[in-house]
């Protein structure tokens, strides 16, 4: 069947059993896990085993979700949410969002031939993202606001207009964003990890691999549920400092970092990804802008490159082993969200040391001499 070529439709009997003539797929998933700790690299990784050291673990395993047709994880909830809009015969698709959840959108809508609305902060979205919705031909509305204003007018004009919203909010999203949990324990054999890491921003992803894990457990799929441990920005950490009190208060902060992706102050997903970390044993961990962008140039350095949210998996992997809260020897898998090139502007050097060199080998060589 066409949909088993999808690394989310192979999945639809625990996602949605949809008849496939309403399927909208490019298809999606079937992405990368890298071996990348300092054990289980292997030959020929020895650039990857940078990660692995940096990170102190000896089995370590990164899943590159950037390597998704719209360069983000958001393409594994997307097909779902526009199959669904399709079937429901909506009129039209809209969503607010840091720029990767309106890149997928734009790219689906436009292959299910609905009208795609966008709402997306003025300031702090990356280059590669918003060019993405231009492109794709998705209405492109730019907020004078952050994410947390863009969330609230988007479904106050769904709600007004009857036009179909897709933000993790729909649970038809948090369904196809399972695949991710699902793919990379089939990757592994069905031998659960200890921890799974990821970033945390609007924790639609933390509830996603959180039901994930919880289902495949049920079905016997798997002998132990992993611990989940959500990464968020120090400058974006609603959902850490409402951990760091036992989640007995549920915060809002005035977000800001440069991981523009979590750049999110008042997260819709809270309550599903609280229970995930409750039921998984699992932890929220902060790491700043510096933290970021340290692992960003260690991902980057290694050949596999990701954009700056994705990074603080890294970042967390790094800080929770440091603090032995994730032992050496356990076995680890981190969320890489996004591509390099979604972002090229952050943590990237804009020039290159010493400009550009004359059209002669007398100048390549005393350029490489150097
Ligand atoms: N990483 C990237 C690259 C993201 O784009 C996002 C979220 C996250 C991590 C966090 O995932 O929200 O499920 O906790 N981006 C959304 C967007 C908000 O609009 O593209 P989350």
């Given at each position: 069947m066409l949909l088993d070529g999808s690394g989310v439709w192979r999945y639809r009997e625990l996602i949605l059993p949809a008849p496939e003539r309403f399927v909208v797929t490019r298809p999606e998933g079937n992405t990368n896990l890298y071996p990348?700790?300092?054990?289980?690299?292997?030959?020929?990784r020895v650039g990857h085993r940078q990660i692995g050291s940096y990170a102190g673990l000896e089995r370590f395993f990164l899943k590159h979700e950037g390597e998704n047709p719209t360069g983000s994880f958001k393409d594994r909830g997307m097909t779902v949410g526009v199959t669904m809009a399709n079937m429901l015969g909506a009129k039209a698709v809209a969503c607010a969002s840091t720029g990767n959840t309106s890149a997928s959108l734009a790219s689906y809508a436009a292959q299910a031939g609905l009208p795609g609305i966008v709402f997306l902060?003025?300031?702090?979205?990356a280059a590669g993202k918003l060019a993405q919705s231009l492109a794709y031909g998705a209405r492109t509305i730019q907020i004078e606001g952050d994410f947390d204003d863009a969330m609230r007018l988007v479904e106050q004009v769904c709600n007004e207009l009857g036009i179909y919203l897709l933000n993790s909010l729909n649970p038809f999203r948090v369904e196809g964003q399972k695949a991710i949990g699902f793919e990379l324990l089939q990757q592994l054999d069905w031998q659960a990890p200890d921890w799974l890491v990821l970033p945390a921003g609007n924790l639609g992803n933390t509830s996603a691999i959180g039901k994930a894990f919880r289902q495949a457990y049920n079905l016997s799929l798997i002998s132990h549920m992993p611990r989940i441990a959500s990464i968020q920005a120090a400058g974006a950490n609603p959902f850490y400092k409402s951990f760091t009190q036992g989640f007995a208060q549920r915060e809002k902060v005035q977000a800001d970092t440069l991981?523009?992706?979590?750049?999110?102050?008042?997260?819709?997903?809270y309550t599903r990804a609280r229970r995930v970390i409750e039921e998984s044993d699992g932890i929220v961990e902060q790491v700043t802008d510096e933290e970021i962008l340290a692992a960003k140039a260690v991902i980057d350095r290694a050949g596999i490159g990701c954009e700056p949210a994705s990074a603080a998996t890294l970042a967390g992997v790094r800080k929770l082993v440091a603090a032995g809260?994730?032992?050496?020897?356990e076995q680890v898998v981190g969320i890489l969200?996004?591509?390099?090139?979604?972002?090229?502007?952050?943590?990237?050097?804009?020039t290159i040391g010493g400009g550009s060199v004359k059209a002669t080998i007398e100048a390549v060589r005393s350029v490489l001499a150097q």
């Open positions: 990348v700790g300092i054990e289980n690299c292997g030959a020929g902060p003025a300031t702090n979205v991981a523009t992706a979590i750049r999110i102050g008042n997260p819709v997903s809260i994730i032992k050496r020897d969200t996004g591509n390099l090139l979604k972002d090229s502007k952050t943590g990237i050097p804009q």
